[in-house]
């Protein structure tokens, strides 16, 4: 096509690089969810649909950059996804990963919306913010997986004991917030089981430790075929190697490219059980895309 002579005003544009060789975390978190949940009527302290739904959104992610996304952490209204290091997604360029990731996650948390919460119509239209975050090293990105599964653990941990004293204590908010003040993990969870006979450990594991999607081992194995199931649909699975004795969310997943499981992250055994997920691109030299080289 033939250059204009209003081309020029190209050379304004930006294309800022991810540093080749470095772990990207992706991370998106819902704009103002504390209003958008109420709207919705979301449950509390946690609505198993809308975290489901968190999830087939984020799968829509994933399915999308099948090989550039190694794995995703979500729980809230928020998701990480981890670019491989290796990655060469769109050259790396910052924007156009960042803004393609944030408006695949947002229309295909709409388009999944009448799946999972079809009582309740969308009332408005939901927004997620992002970010992109480089971690150098292993140990960075551990800890950062670590750091979001902590406060998943903290905030799930208040808010169950919140609404107990709320819900079946029939505390104001007001009372539940000066109740919980200062008080540690352990007096949280002996609240719970001394006063309403919740063992915090029984709660959902979701809720208490986030959703983890990455490929299914098993279906990649099969070549994309789905291997002859055992189990009957919606089964839930037990998967071999996760750790912690958590399982699988949902259907036979083995049908299906990507698998849900609801563990521990922060410590090493499930990261020791599954060394592929962060291997082997530690030790090989990073692939700089062409065009960035140069340029
Ligand atoms: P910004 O992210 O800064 O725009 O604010 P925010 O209002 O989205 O708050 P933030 O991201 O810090 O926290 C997420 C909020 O979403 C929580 O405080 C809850 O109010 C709401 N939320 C997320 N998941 C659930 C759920 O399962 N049930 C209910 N009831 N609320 C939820
Ligand atoms: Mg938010």
Redo the contacts with the bound molecule.
Sequence with gaps: MACSRFEYVKVFERHERLLPGCWAVIRL??????????TH???????????LL?NAAAEAVLEAFDDHIAFAYG????FSFVLKRQSTLFSRRESKILSTVVSLFSSAYVFHWPRFIPDVPLAVPPSF?GRIVLYPTTKHLRDYLAWRQADTHV?NLF?TAFWALVKKGGKSHQEAEWILKGTTSKDKNELLFSQYGINYNNEEPM?RKGSFILKNPEFHQSKGRPLKRKHEDNQTVAMEGTGGGEELSGRDDRKQNFVTLHVDIIGDKFWDDNPHLLAPSDLAPPRIPKAAAGR
């Design positions: 978190d819902g704009r103002s969810f504390t209003t958008f949940s109420k009527g979301f449950r509390k302290p946690n609505d198993a649909r809308a975290l968190c729980e809230s209204d928020e913010d905030n808010n809720f």
